[in-house]
């Protein structure tokens, strides 16, 4: 339509968002539906972030406008947040505060790209980001990372994508879809290639850093490579460790120049985020964090049982991720099999479909996220559901013909 603008052309609706809505329709329509493709915790925020934000409200301070990016509590809670959990130093002028860590996102690409400007993302990746690029007039890289390599990106893959027109290399770990999350060693061979690349910017959406098992550790870029600080936008929110989506509060570290550009995107589009949200995440930051722990032996529970029921359906593997609430195991052993309906499995997304079709399980299939033929499930579900979605995809595969 001529009324609307030509960037439109350029980006889609979210694939997440499409399973979501199939899901709903089924259900609407009376069938048995399990739900695995949201991106949230299914606990409730926990109690004294309620509080936080209902003290606020009741005392007056959520009612007015707040500084654009940010009240200073806040950013001081955020500093705070960074040193101690990251041994990073950010002054407040340094950090900046958002509607969500997709607001944060936004507002650094609206803020830096020109037409041209590539954006390094591996694949699998959260769908959002390459359609953000786009948005903003620049060019995503996609670099596909497999399943053999534990869907991190090598060093070697690092370096070959590089051009003169590289802005940014963006990394996410622990990674929706994948799951998968970088340890030291291996962060320190993807920092040592950004080195020798110094026109190269680092943005790490460490989202994830708290949904992490098995004793692993998180670091982040600029910890892990002092020397990349001046060149690093470290990305984070209380959206999944805090159990906080609906409220979106997200937030970011970086070079001072460029989080005043984002604060100036931001003014000019949305101004602060919702008050009471930002005193409630004063509290989650600053307050108990014991229900993390708590949660994640949860989490990791359901994931050793999702992944030990999927390595039991036929045509399907599935590695064990380090982190998030995610699994992503490839479906390629189904390919090309006939469903119950008579349907060819050609693609992933056939998969999902009739497996949706026949069974109610909703899932996302892989190729949304870059890589294929592969589908994601996410374990921030009842364990009862899991339980019952992973019988019902072993009963899918195993009527595959
Ligand atoms: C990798 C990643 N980054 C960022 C976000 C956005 O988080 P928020 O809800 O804080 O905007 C998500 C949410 O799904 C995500 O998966």
New binding site residues.
């Given amino acids: 339509m001529a009324f609307l603008a030509d960037h439109l052309k350029r980006i889609k609706p979210s694939p997440t968002i499409a399973v979501s809505d199939k899901a709903r329709v089924l259900k609407a329509a009376g069938r048995n539906v399990i739900g695995l493709g949201a991106?949230?915790p299914d606990f409730d925020t926990p109690d004294n972030i309620k509080q936080a934000a209902i003290k606020a409200i009741e005392s007056g301070k959520a009612s007015k406008y707040t500084a654009v990016d940010g009240i200073p509590e806040l950013k001081a809670a955020v500093a705070r947040k960074f040193k101690e959990e990251n041994g990073l130093d950010y002054k407040p002028s340094q950090i900046t505060v958002g509607?969500?860590?997709?607001?944060v996102?936004y507002n650094a690409f609206m803020a830096t790209l020109n037409p041209g400007d590539e954006v390094i993302i591996p694949a699998p990746y959260?769908v959002?980001y390459p359609d953000m690029v786009l948005l903003a007039g620049g060019t995503p890289v996609e670099v596909v990372c497999k399943m053999e390599d534990g869907f991190k990106l090598k060093p070697e893959q690092l370096d070959k994508a590089i051009t003169p027109k590289t802005k940014w290399f963006l990394l996410?770990s622990p990674?929706?879809p994948s799951g998968a999350a970088y340890t030291r060693a291996e962060l320190k061979a993807l920092t040592d290639v950004l080195v020798r690349r110094p026109h190269v910017h680092v943005m790490t959406?460490d989202?994830?850093e708290h949904l992490v098992y098995d004793d692993f550790v998180f670091t982040t870029p600029a910890q892990v490579e002092p020397s990349l600080y001046e060149r690093t936008l470290t990305i984070n929110?209380?959206?999944?460790a805090y159990c906080m989506?609906g409220w979106?509060?997200?937030f970011a570290g970086g070079p001072e120049p460029l989080i005043k550009a984002m604060a100036m995107i931001q003014s000019q589009s949305t101004t602060n985020p919702a008050a009471a949200s930002q005193w409630a995440s004063v509290e989650a930051l600053t307050g108990p964090k014991d229900f993390i722990a708590r949660h994640n032996r949860i989490f990791k529970e359901r994931r050793d049982l999702v992944v030990g029921m999927l390595n039991q359906a036929n045509g399907i593997r599935c590695p064990v991720p380090e982190g998030a609430f995610y699994v992503y195991p490839s479906c390629a052993g189904a390919i090309g099999k006939t469903a119950p309906s008579g349907r060819k499995l050609a693609t992933d997304e056939d998969f999902v479909t009739e497996l949706l079709e026949a069974e109610g399980v909703a899932v996302v299939h892989g190729s949304a996220f870059g890589l294929g033929p592969a589908f994601r499930i996410s374990y921030a579900t009842r364990t009862e559901d899991l339980e019952e979605a992973g019988r019902r995809i072993q009963r899918f595969c195993g009527n595959l013909k």
């Fill in positions: 991106g949230e509607a969500g860590g997709k607001q996102l959260w959002s996410n990674s929706n959406d989202m994830y929110g209380v959206s999944k989506t979106r509060i997200g």
